[in-house]
Structure formats: C-alpha cells, structure tokens
C-alpha cells in the first residue's frame, strides 16, 4: 500500500476521526456505520490509532480485521509517526512524551512484553499520508492554505503539514480546490469551514470526548462518546 494515495473516481466514503487507542468506543461507532453502510461506502480512518487511551494495541487487531471485509484506507496521523520514528530510533523518546507510554503498555498488558508485533508494524509502515479524490482530500493534519492541493503533493518538503499543520483552523481563506477532511485538532464539535470538515472531537478526553464520523457525500455526522475510561 502507497503512503500517498489518489483516486480518480467519484465514491461514497465515510471518514473517522482520532480514535487514540479507544478502542469500545471504536467498536461501538464501527457497528453502527456497518450496520447502515455496510459494503457500500470507503472508510476512511484519519490516523492517531494509537497513544493516550488504553487500548492501542486492539485498535491495531480491530482495523487489520476490518480491512478483510471492508474497503478501508489507513492514513498516517502524527503519533503514529512518532511511534515509527520510534521503533528506527530507539533514542527518539519524544514519542514517550506525547502517549507513546499507553501504547507499550497496552501491548505489555496484551502480550506480556513491551513489544509491537511485526503483522502491527506492517499495518503502520503501510499508513498513508493523504487519500486524494475529485472531491475530497483526507488527510490527518492538513495541506498548506497558501496554494492548491495539486500543488502541495507534488512537493514532499511540505508532507510534514500533512501530519501536523493547524494554521487551515485560524485562517478564512485558503487556495484549496476541493473539500478537506482532517483529524488532529481536537474541538467539541465538529468543523465545518471554508473548504473543510474536522472530525477530531477528542475521543481520548474526559472533558467532551467522543469519537466522530462523517459520510460523505452527504455530510452526516456520527458519533460515540467516550466509553474506554
């Protein structure tokens, strides 16, 4: 599987936001989307599988599970990076700093040893960075708001934005030609924007935590309060 990824047919998709290792909140959302859109529909998972909540390591089974049955598309979000970052360098601590603990923790509690197995490092080495359609760019992060789409995925010194730009959140202007879908930003409810749609409702936080989705073409939103803990 590409880490980048374009379509050049028009489908129906239903993309979920940042899970972070939620995973009954994950199951419970997944159960209601399959059970209205079944076949039908691409899902599309935004990124952040892991860190933080308790469960990273069963979100991984859940998805290597779901894309058996399903059309799914796994995008790279920034803490699965730092997770890879991680596993090629094991002086690169950052990840420790920002959930990567949770994350060992739910495969020590699983597996009886601090150790990702080689089926997850798969599923993550193979995440993409953005899934572009006529309609619709997916993305965890977001692309630059100072040019077009089809400009800034021709030019990888500017992938990071992919992973961790904010800057589309305070802007009311943007050269996008098409309909971006991001995770990443945790609010309380979900952005809707010039040219956006954010779906990072903070499942992992106590506060107002709920994991979200949206179907697409129709705009509707799904979601799923945090039940993990």
Not at 100 to 113: I, N, Q, W
Not at 119 to 144: A, I, K, M, N, Q
Not at 186 to 198: D, E, K, L, T
Request: net charge negative; aromatic share 14%.
């Amino acid at each position: 599987m590409d880490r980048y990824k374009s379509s050049k047919n028009s489908n129906s998709y239903v993309a979920i936001g940042d899970i972070h290792g939620c995973i009954k909140s994950l199951e419970v959302l997944m159960a209601d989307l399959l059970a209205q859109f079944g076949t039908n529909r691409i899902y599309v998972f935004l990124g952040d599988y892991v860190d933080r909540g308790p469960h990273s390591k069963e979100v991984i089974d859940y998805l290597i599970a779901l894309e058996r049955d399903y059309s799914c598309v796994f995008l790279r979000g920034n803490h699965d990076a730092m997770l890879l970052n991680y596993i090629k360098d094991k002086t690169w601590l950052k990840w420790f700093e920002n959930g990567g603990t949770a994350t060992m923790e739910s495969y020590r509690k699983a597996l009886g040893k601090e150790q990702i197995p080689l089926e997850h490092l798969r599923f993550f080495t193979s995440t993409r960075l953005f899934y572009d359609t006529p309609e619709y760019f997916f993305v965890h992060g977001g692309p630059p708001i100072d040019r077009p789409i089809s400009d800034s995925i021709q030019n990888e010194s500017l992938y990071s934005s992919f992973l961790w730009s904010t800057d589309h959140l305070n802007s009311t202007y943007n050269q996008w030609e098409k309909t971006v879908i991001f995770g990443h930003s945790p609010v309380r409810s979900p952005i809707q924007g010039v040219n956006m749609i954010g779906i990072d409702t903070g499942c992992v936080y106590p506060q107002f935590g709920k994991l979200t989705a949206v179907s697409l073409p129709e705009r509707d939103f799904f979601q799923q309060k945090r039940i993990d803990f």
